[in-house]
């Protein structure tokens, strides 16, 4: 994007079916499941370059045996970072101890990291603070071995007020608020609940303290713990997580608002935030990997029996659309297609604003996550020319000349590659205050393609903030000397804060928003404003539930036209020569390119969970009073 979002986050989840001797003697190596999480941690470094984590677990290990593994990373690359201690500490080992390279019981009994459960994280934060503390996986301990829990997730809650204030109740005493720490002791107090209720009845039908061990492994349903833990729980989330003795689940919220996909054989069972991770590093086809349904946990026991089971209610599937237009690579077939239907729907009104005359307009996208969404612009404007071209030998009979027609047939759409990323310099940008003065030299511009007669057409994924297009892009494309430069974004308007995982928090950096507020002093209805203000005041205590999006009131006066015509006039300035304008999807053609992924709310204000309507109206509470705190 023009303007980095943040996202949190992707999971990965391994549980190797088999004893590591049988990936020793078909792979070649009994270190087959850590070299498959590094290959799908990779695969998703898309969705977070801020931190990694691994965890694995080791089955019917002796009591003393170390069990537990886990590594977390802040590092510049923090997954090469993991695995690079991973193999040291391997390398390490077997260098100390040549007998353990041939005996996977040895490696498995004294190598840390090697097991047949594993789960990985990467991560990007959300919340301005990076230590490695806030990294996933989390790590709940207890020397009985059910009772040690390991969560790792794609998640935000809307209500961890709400989480902590139970915690409390019930006696408890949290180490912090955040919500990973809080879904974590939630579901670890049902589980403490669960294992000491069954090591109860194991007592009273006579069995040994020794004896209950493995039995209440086999005892313990989780899918009783989860629909006990998340009863609750507001948010998007994809949450994975493994108990000491062998367990392990993925859990989809009810609206599906976070993605995860499985895949299943009499080797492996392997969950990730994204379908082409796993095609790709176990070499399946499409459709072998399936999607978690919403409300449903994926669960494995200790056994290898794996079940889909329906932990809560599905509400009205609301997918994040983000995720098609940007998060998710765009590897998967069916968002490849999504991508390029974007873009063909956004063509008429690109016909429209260079008034037809593809003769003399350029075509080109920033960023390269946007080439795909370019790719079905580009198809759009060949048949456009097509349609042209067959008109035009038409409507001359036969009385075109073999010159005129190669002449006709010969118009090809102009594609050119104006910006270049440079990617080094991306990197050292993490801060608003220093981000000014070095986001005007993020791309590089090729000269001499664009001629002072040209349109200029760039697209993108989408224009949240603007900072990027007005700081650096529009400038820069202006230094090309065109007659008129349009920007189009494959994504509507942004016009509300996310609550869900992406980094969306306040509403007055969303330039759609202040778009709307100046349209307001231009119009004078700014007391709409004051308005919206006491409404939101007035239901801060009432239950989510009851809670009305008032921010709506805001757009409601103006079309999305007028909209994005004063876009257009923010995001440029006197210093910019050529004429500027912005073009947007509609919400209907985002449905149509994205049937499956309908949340929108970030568009329209029609968020899926309850808690979503009290986050914006907190949102704009503090927008109001110039509060810097985020909404949830």
Known sequence: ??????????????????????????????????????????????????????????????????????????????????FSQINARINSEISQHPEYKDSVALQKKHIPYIGELLLGHVRYGTFGKNSVESVHPFLRQNNWMHRNLIVAGNFNMTNVNELFNNLVDIGQHPKEKADTITVMEKIGHFLDDAVAKIYKDLKKEGYSKIECSPLIAERL????????????????????????????????DPAGIRPAYYYRDDEVVVVASERPVIQTVFNVPFDAVKELDPGHAIITKKSGETKIKKILEPLERKACSFERIYFSRG?????????????????????????????????????????????????????????????????????????????????RPRIEKIAIKDVK?????????????????????????????????????????????????????????????????????????????????????????????ELLKDNNRYHIVDEVYQKCLKQVDLKDKNVVNHV??????FTDEQISD???????????????????????????????????????????????????????????EGNKERAY
């Open 1 to 82: 994007m023009s303007d980095a979002l943040k996202h949190e986050c992707g999971i990965a989840l391994i549980r190797l079916l088999k004893p590591l001797e049988y990936y020793k003697e078909k792979y070649g190596s009994a270190f087959y499941g850590v070299n498959k999480m590094y290959l799908m941690m990779e695969k998703q470094h898309n969705r977070g370059q801020d931190g990694a984590g691994f965890a694995s677990i080791k089955l019917d290990t002796n009591p003393g045996e170390r069990y537990i593994s886990r590594v977390r990373s802040i590092a510049q690359q923090p997954i090469q970072d993991i």
């Open 566 to 624: 004063k876009i257009s006039e923010l995001l440029s300035d006197e210093s910019v020569n050529a004429e500027v304008k912005i073009i947007f999807q509609s919400v209907e053609n985002l449905h149509k390119a994205c049937p499956k992924n309908l949340g929108d709310w970030y568009f329209t204000g029609n968020y899926p969970t309850d808690g979503g309507n009290r986050v914006v109206n907190r949102a704009f509470i503090n927008f109001y």
């Open 331 to 411: 590897s998967d077939a069916e968002i490849y297609e999504e991508r390029k239907e974007l873009g063909r729907l956004l063509m008429p009104k690109v016909l429209e604003a260079i008034d037809e005359d593809t003769k003399n307009t350029v075509f080109s996208f920033i960023p390269n996550t946007a080439e795909t969404s370019f790719f079905g612009m580009i198809d759009t404007v060949e048949e456009h020319l097509n349609h042209k071209k067959t008109q035009a030998i038409l409507n001359g009979q036969r009385e075109l000349s073999a010159q005129k027609v190669e002449e006709i047939l010969s118009e």
């Open 552 to 557: 709506k009131e805001i757009y409601d006066n």
């Open 221 to 252: 349903k989780l899918s009783k713990i989860l629909r006990r833990a998340a009863k609750n729980w507001d948010g998007g989330y994809a949450m994975a997580g493994l108990l000491g003795h062998g367990d392990s689940f993925v859990l989809r």
């Open 425 to 517: 310099l991306r990197t050292f940008i993490t801060e608003d205050s220093s981000r000014d003065d070095l986001v005007a030299h993020v791309y590089d511009i090729t000269y001499g393609v664009i001629k002072p007669t040209d349109n200029l057409v760039i697209i993108d994924d989408s224009i949240v903030r603007g900072t990027t297009l007005k700081k650096s892009i529009i400038k820069m494309m202006d230094r090309l000397n065109p007659k008129k430069i349009v920007v189009v974004s494959s994504a509507p308007q942004i016009r509300y804060p996310d609550c869900y995982g992406i980094d969306m928090a306040n509403l007055e950096s969303l330039v759609a928003f202040r778009a709307a507020l």
